[in-house]
C-alpha cells in the first residue's frame, strides 16, 4: 500500500495483516519488526495457563524499555516465560510505559535471542 508509514506496515505484519484468520508466529520474528520498524507501542500477550496477568512488551523506536508480568519487571518477567506458554498478542501502537512502572532500558537483541532460541510462539489475530 503506497504511503503506508513503516510503523503502520509492521503492525499489519504482526496483526495477521488484516486478515481474520489467526495465525501462530515466533514471538522473536514479531520483537525483530518491532525493532526493525523502530515502533513505539505494547505488545499484550496472553498465557495459555489460567491467569489474570498479561505478558506485557513496551518498546519505544524500536527499543524495548520494559517488560512486565503482573508485579515482575525487567529480567525477572524474562525469566517467568520460561514456566509459561504464551497464548495470544496484540499490539497496541504509541502506548507509552504507564506511570508507576519505572522505563528500563533492556537490550532488544539480548531478549529476541532469548526468545529466539526458546523458540516462544504466539498467536495473533
Request: glycine residues 8%; contains cysteine; hydrophobic residues 40%.
Amino acid at each position: 500500500r503506497r504511503g503506508m508509514e513503516p510503523a503502520d506496515s509492521c503492525f499489519q505484519l504482526y496483526t495477521g495483516g488484516g486478515s481474520t484468520v489467526p495465525r501462530d508466529r515466533y514471538l522473536a520474528e514479531v520483537l525483530q519488526e518491532l525493532a526493525d520498524a523502530k515502533v513505539t507501542g505494547a505488545y499484550f500477550i496472553t498465557m495459555k495457563q489460567s491467569s489474570e496477568d498479561l505478558f506485557k512488551i513496551f518498546t519505544k523506536s524500536g527499543e524495548l524499555v520494559a517488560v512486565t508480568y503482573g508485579s515482575a519487571a525487567g529480567q525477572d518477567a524474562m525469566d517467568i516465560l520460561e514456566y509459561y506458554t504464551l497464548a495470544n498478542g496484540t499490539f497496541f501502537k504509541d502506548i507509552t510505559v504507564p506511570p508507576g512502572i519505572a522505563p528500563q532500558k533492556l537490550p532488544m537483541k539480548k531478549f529476541i535471542e532469548m526468545m529466539r532460541k526458546a523458540r516462544v510462539r504466539i498467536r495473533v489475530p
